[in-house]
């Protein structure tokens, strides 16, 4: 794996800015100008040479070792997306050997072929949708395309206002960096192959929104959350999503149920049935 030290130095740069001396034991001070840790402390908290933690920056270092970036990850209180994030860039696989396949899991199909009354969608890890059975079909509606030229998720949601209809307008921004986030991430963890520099390259030259988030250089992989979904026939319905991926995590099988004990049970029982119609009626 070759080391990227531009990523590398922006990286680094952006983590250092976002920690307090506060967060890591160190007083503030009067004379703080600039936002987050100075560079000698986080040389000081790494237990690193400054000079070799200055070129790192500038994107002029030799390789850092698995120790090194050990250390750096410690010192910027790095999470596990992150840490392996750092490693990936620096040229080195991360600590839990994560690596990426280049098969199709035939085991995310056959279980989404088996859940009949549950929303699920089969995605890659650069948002292309793969396939979603009849229930996710009714649940997000022609937003959702497994046309070739329509099927990234991520690319129509910086693209295609269309996509974005299907949720609530005031969790837009957040769902924008969640998604940037995540494909941070796979990017990193494919070593910025053909396939994921090109949908950068793409999306970064459409949309404005999405140059500003890349450049954030957040990272976080995502695993579950909770979401909303504005159905035209039903309204809001909360989902919580669970993701089940393979072990290259280059494929994900998204499963959507609704929270334990609310509402949101019926509203998904409701769409059940309406989605059966919908299927019939497109059957005679």
Same mark, same amino acid.
């Given at each position: ?20 001396? =506060?967060? %890591? ?17 986080? %040389?000081?908290? *790494? ?51 994560? =690596? ?37 079909? *009714? ?38 960096? %969640? =998604?940037? *986030? ?90 059940? %049935? ?7 009626? *497109?059957?005679?």
């Amino acid at each position: 794996m070759d080391m990227d030290r531009r990523e590398l130095a922006d990286f680094l740069r952006r983590c250092r800015e976002r920690i307090s001396p =506060q967060d %890591v034991g160190l007083s503030a001070g009067t004379r703080r100008r600039t936002p987050g840790l100075r560079r000698e402390e986080v %040389v000081q908290l *790494a237990g690193m040479s400054a000079d070799y933690y200055i070129r790192l920056e500038q994107a002029r270092s030799p390789q850092p070792s698995p120790q090194i970036l050990s250390s750096l990850a410690r010192a910027l209180r790095l999470s596990e997306d992150e840490r392996d994030h750092l490693y990936l860039l620096a040229g080195h696989r991360p600590p839990a050997g994560r =690596q990426v396949g280049g098969h199709i899991e035939p085991g995310l199909l056959y279980l989404l072929d088996r859940l009949k009354e549950t929303p699920a969608q089969l995605i890659s890890d650069l948002g292309q949708l793969l396939a979603q059975n009849d229930m996710a079909t *009714a649940l997000f509606g022609s937003v959702c395309s497994l046309r070739p030229n329509e099927s990234n998720v991520i690319e129509r949601w910086f693209t295609d206002p269309s996509l974005r209809a299907a949720y609530p307008a005031e969790e837009h921004d957040q769902l924008s960096r %969640v =998604q940037v *986030a995540d494909l941070r991430a796979a990017v990193a963890r494919r070593g910025a192959d053909a396939a994921s520099t090109e949908l950068v390259r793409r999306i970064s030259a459409a949309s404005e929104e999405f140059r500003t988030l890349w450049e954030l250089h957040e990272v976080a992989v995502r695993r579950t959350s909770r979401m909303r979904v504005s159905h035209p026939a039903i309204g809001p319905i909360n989902l919580d999503l669970q993701t089940l991926a393979t072990p290259a995590e280059d494929q994900r099988l998204l499963i959507f149920t609704p929270p334990p004990g609310t509402p949101d049970i019926n509203h998904l029982e409701l769409l059940r %049935v309406i989605g059966s119609e919908q299927f019939s009626s *497109a059957g005679e």
